[in-house]
């Protein structure tokens, strides 16, 4: 069985697994990374939504063999904790204030799109618009939508340089 090695939370993580198993089995059933949940296994409802290198992906539709030795997956489990954070992350807390979470099973694929929507908006010098929100796919079978749209706008504005 060929090992796989990539970072996993700021990490260096070695598994021996086939090169076709999903990324996602090998987080949640190898590493017990437990945080990226099982929906559809399509990428279509995006509950899985991880990082790879700072770019939200869907590891339930990635092959772990495609994954090289430097790349780097954050999980909502690494998401406060990889810039010495002891506390939430800032989108962590707009969930909570906004008191997002009904189920929560779609949550931390809700929260890991909006920190990617939120980086790539501040790359881009601009704040988050209501297109933005429109486009965020992740689906939420609860329908918080609106409180979901209020939370990523509210985390975006406390995230900060290193967020």
Request: charged letters at 25%.
């Amino acid at each position: 069985m060929p090992k796989q090695t990539f970072i996993l939370n700021g990490k260096s993580v070695t598994v021996n697994v086939a090169d076709d198993v999903r990324v996602l089995w090998v987080l949640r059933d190898i590493l017990k990374v437990t945080g990226p949940k099982y929906g559809c296994g399509i990428n279509v409802c995006k509950a899985c939504t991880s990082h790879v290198n700072g770019k939200a992906f869907n590891p339930c539709s990635v092959k772990v063999g495609d994954l090289k030795r430097t790349d780097e997956i954050t999980t909502i489990e690494g998401l406060a904790t990889l810039d010495g954070r002891k506390d939430l992350h800032p989108m962590q807390q707009a969930w909570i204030d906004r008191d997002v979470a009904q189920c929560g099973y779609c949550q931390p694929g809700q929260i890991m799109e909006a920190v990617a929507l939120a980086r790539r908006v501040r790359r881009e010098r601009r704040s988050i618009t209501e297109a933005d929100l429109d486009a965020i796919r992740n689906v939420c079978r609860c329908g918080t939508y609106t409180r979901i749209r209020e939370a990523v706008v509210q985390g975006a504005r406390a995230m900060g340089p290193n967020d």
